[in-house]
T-cell receptor, first 110, second 117 residues
Framework: LAKTTQPISMDSYEGQEVNITCSHN???????ITWYQQFPSQGPRFIIQ???TKVTNEVASLFIPADRKSSTLSLPRVSLSDTAVYYC???????????FGAGTTVTVRA | DTAVSQTPKYLVTQMGNDKSIKCEQN?????MYWYKQDSKKFLKIMFS???????INETVPNRFSPKSPDKAHLNLHINSLELGDSAVYFC????????????????FGPGTRLTVL
């Protein structure tokens, strides 16, 4: 698995946009950028995946520049319930063995 | 209906005991996994089964033995529990054609917090 680096923590307030940048300098050609979210006392939950440019779903947007050496997960207008740990992974089609680092702890305050 | 369920949610036991954790998924998936998450939130895979057959067996002590009676169930039995086994254990599942990139999605259970005293 390509190594990824992301900030340990981020603080925000309700209604703000939160952007989490993930670095993956050694990403392989066939790797996809994948993000999971984990609430306290729950299992991780897949939120978004992309290969290049921009992907958007009902939860988040994922921006991947042309060189693919980094990516940014954007959470629009966060609420208190978005407080969680967010994990960035670079996965190929054969990567069934997920491995999470410490992730980014996002804390949303009122 | 819960997609991936685990029992028990909490397990407190003494060193040296043997315990089991059960996992069931009702998603019709062919592949199931066991992960261990430590106190620093690092999550690592332990085992994976596809259609009841073991396909991933990471470097895990042989005190840990998974069993898959059918593709909807993957149980984890742990012998001679040690202090270092204390962690949260997650079961997950994915369809045979996903789990990797391009529609990579694994569905996790709520976790079992194991505390060994």
């Amino acid at each position: 698995l390509a190594k990824t680096t992301q900030p340990i923590s981020m603080d925000s307030y309700e209604g703000q946009e939160v952007n989490i940048t993930c670095s993956h300098n050694n990403i392989a050609t066939n790797d996809y950028i994948t993000w999971y979210q984990q609430f306290p006392s729950q299992g991780p939950r897949f939120i978004i995946q992309g290969y290049k440019t921009k992907v958007t779903n009902e939860v988040a947007s994922l921006f991947i520049p042309a060189d693919r050496k980094s990516s940014t997960l954007s959470l629009p207008r966060v609420s208190l319930s978005d407080t969680a740990v967010y994990y960035c992974l670079a996965l190929s089609s054969n990567d069934y063995k997920l491995s999470f680092g410490a992730g980014t702890t996002v804390t949303v305050r009122a | 209906d819960t997609a991936v369920s685990q029992t028990p949610k909490y397990l407190v036991t003494q060193m040296g005991n043997d315990k089991s954790i059960k996992c069931e998924q009702n998603l019709g998936h062919d592949t199931m996994y066991w992960y261990k998450q430590d106190s620093k939130k690092f999550l690592k895979i332990m085992f994976s089964y596809n259609n009841k057959e073991l396909i991933i067996n990471e470097t895990v002590p042989n005190r840990f033995s998974p069993k898959s009676p059918d593709k909807a169930h993957l149980n984890l039995h742990i012998n001679s529990l040690e202090l270092g086994d204390s962690a949260v254990y997650f079961c997950a599942s994915s369809s045979e054609t996903s789990g990797g990139a391009d529609n990579n999605e694994q569905f996790f259970g709520p976790g079992t917090r194991l505390t060994v005293l």
